[in-house]
């Protein structure tokens, strides 16, 4: 339940931050800051589950270095397409979540974090739209094929209209040119 309340806090007024392993970090730190005395903090131990085992936790910070690089060469995926942002948003949920930062409490540090960057790229996602079930198994393939994990994004992904009466002003403009 707090962790549930610390993230509707989010929904409202996101933290800060650059798209990288410490905007991770402070995410993580503030939904589980009542919880776990190491929130916020990069595991230093190896963990796996169901005979997965995620990345070594020597690499995680030269790992996430990499992989966050590329976010911001891709611009944090701003000026896609729905199509091409749950593509790529996919990509870098699962591998974030093969670096697996943290000894617990990865999972919804990851989907804020995602959702923190569909915002600022003008989307909107809806997890409360998709089963805890349905989560598992798509971020379980992912370590294989992202497609699942894509099509899921893709089905709780709405743009964000910035100014929607100067969308509506707009289109009705373009109506009466045409007519």
Known sequence: MIT???IAELEIK???GNFDLDHLKKIHKHIFEDIYEFAGQIRQENIAKDFFSFGDARFIESGAKELFGQLKQEN??????????????AHYLAEINVLHPFREGNGRSQREFTRTLAKNADYKIEWNRVSKREMMDAMIKSHVNTKELENLIKSVITPIQKNPEKTLIRNQNKSLERG
């Open 76 to 89: 944090y995926l701003k000026v896609m397409s729905a199509e091409k942002f749950s593509e790529r948003a």
């Open 14 to 16: 996101p933290i800060p």
């Open 4 to 6: 549930t309340a610390k």
